[in-house]
């Protein structure tokens, strides 16, 4: 009897062992998770995308408005929202437009791009964890992207779209020859810090954008 | 995580039930291996060790054959600091964080040199079996990643010394193969090396 319950008890310590053990296996051997380590600069992505049939050094003259698109959830009132920063981006915007030698005109001086601003302010987000994919984010009306762009909608981003506007094409549609896009690791654009930073840094990253102007 | 309570089921049987035949010899064995990964895998994460936990279990059907099965897993991941990475029509500019894992599940099989009694017994083997492999690469917060099974061998020499009755040391080296290739990494190989303890079970 002594014999057995030994043995019984030998097993299981080997068998519990052998549970602790499995469970350190299922647990230990995840991957990563960025959330946990990056600092919210660390997590900001910025996305350009471009139309590669295009010279931009074609392009002289621009035209931006004097206000965001803002996407906001059902029901919120986002037009009010963070004016300061929206002429903030505005501004920067307009500031690297004229470093890279393009001038900005007003939209009835027949101007050959026009640009857009939307801020993506909704407090829900696309799937977690995805691959990169191919998205037509055909909102607004009037202009649509080639299906190459990769885009990916996420709550906080400040998307920068960039129109030929004295080429229209089929229907008198407007193409989106470049677009860019701020993505807030964070989700909440609170930072003025870092979207400025990074709608800048749209600019710098697409080397090919040069005004006939010079840049 | 399925396949991991399957194998523990597996290995709780291994344990529970008795061996037969002249030799009813039994280990299961714990090991930590660290890994050299080459080829794709290397460049896809520098400089950091494919390092990770093994248990395997071995029935020995005569001192000089056993049978067995191994798992565990190798693992690293490394971020970068922030890059712009261009492809076709465009270019991302972020923090990449890049991780990789390899759980092989494999049958064994050994030849062992030296007897019941030998204070040492080197050792060679194959493992054959699949391989389950993870890729992730990370954008800021933002993965692709794809989980995919191989097959793979595995052969490996390595030495046990029985230190008691109830337990002892071993360590080999191996190298892990499997076929696969997806996206940056094209390849998969590493050599690895480990160091365990084993328990006999009767």
């Known amino acids: ?70 996407i906001t959830n059902p029901g919120d009132s986002g037009t009010e929202e963070r004016k300061s920063i929206d002429i903030a981006i505005l501004n920067a915007i307009s500031d690297e437009m004229q470093k890279l030698g393009y001038v900005r005109v007003d939209s009835s001086q027949n101007p050959d791009l026009g640009l857009q601003v939307t801020k993506v302010a909704v407090s829900y987000t696309g799937i977690d964890y995805s691959p990169i994919y191919y998205y037509d984010p055909y909102y607004g009306g009037g202009y649509y992207y080639p299906s190459y762009y990769v885009y990916q909608v996420r709550r906080g981003s400040v998307i920068v779209d960039m129109l030929d506007v004295k080429n229209p094409v089929q229907n008198n549609q407007l193409k989106v020859v470049w677009n860019g896009q701020f993505i807030d690791g964070l989700g909440t654009l609170s930072s003025d810090e870092r979207i400025l930073k990074g709608v800048r840094s749209l600019f710098v990253q697409s080397t090919y954008l040069k005004g006939s102007d010079g840049g | ?74 693992t690293f991941s490394k971020s970068y600091e922030r890059a712009l990475y261009k492809y076709d029509n465009g270019e991302i ?99 690895e090396a480990t160091l365990g303890v084993f328990l006999y079970l009767d």
């Open chain 1, 1 to 70: 009897m002594k014999t057995v319950l030994l043995n019984y008890f030998y097993f299981s310590k080997i068998q519990i062992l052998m549970a602790f053990g499995f469970t350190v296996l299922a647990t230990s051997c995840m991957g990563p998770n960025p959330e946990d380590f990056l600092t919210p600069e660390e997590k900001d992505v910025y996305v350009s995308n471009y139309d590669p049939e295009v010279d931009f050094s074609s392009y002289k003259t621009y035209t931006l408005p004097d206000f965001v698109n803002v």
């Open chain 2, 1 to 74: 995580m399925k396949f991991i309570k399957i194998l523990f089921v597996f290995f709780f049987l291994f344990t529970a039930t008795k061996g037969f035949g002249q030799y009813n010899e039994r280990i299961i064995k714990l090991s930590y291996g660290a890994g050299f990964p080459l080829g794709d895998l290397g460049k896809f994460i520098e400089n950091k060790l494919f390092d990770g936990i093994g248990i395997e279990g071995r029935y020995f059907l005569t001192d000089k054959v056993s049978l067995g099965i191994s798992t565990g897993w190798n």
């Open chain 2, 93 to 191: 500019s972020a923090v990449q964080t890049r991780f990789f894992r390899s759980i092989p599940i494999l049958l064994t099989g050994h030849y062992y040199l030296g007897n019941y009694e030998s204070k040492f017994k080197p050792y060679a083997g194959i493992g054959v079996g699949a391989y389950q492999l993870h890729y992730e690469k990370w954008y800021g917060t933002f993965a692709e990643g794809k989980d995919s099974w191989s097959f793979g061998v595995r052969p490996e020499v390595g030495i046990m010394a029985p230190l008691s009755e109830k337990v002892g040391i071993d360590f080999n080296v191996r190298y892990n193969y499997a076929v696969y290739s997806y996206n940056d990494v094209e390849d998969f190989f590493y050599p």
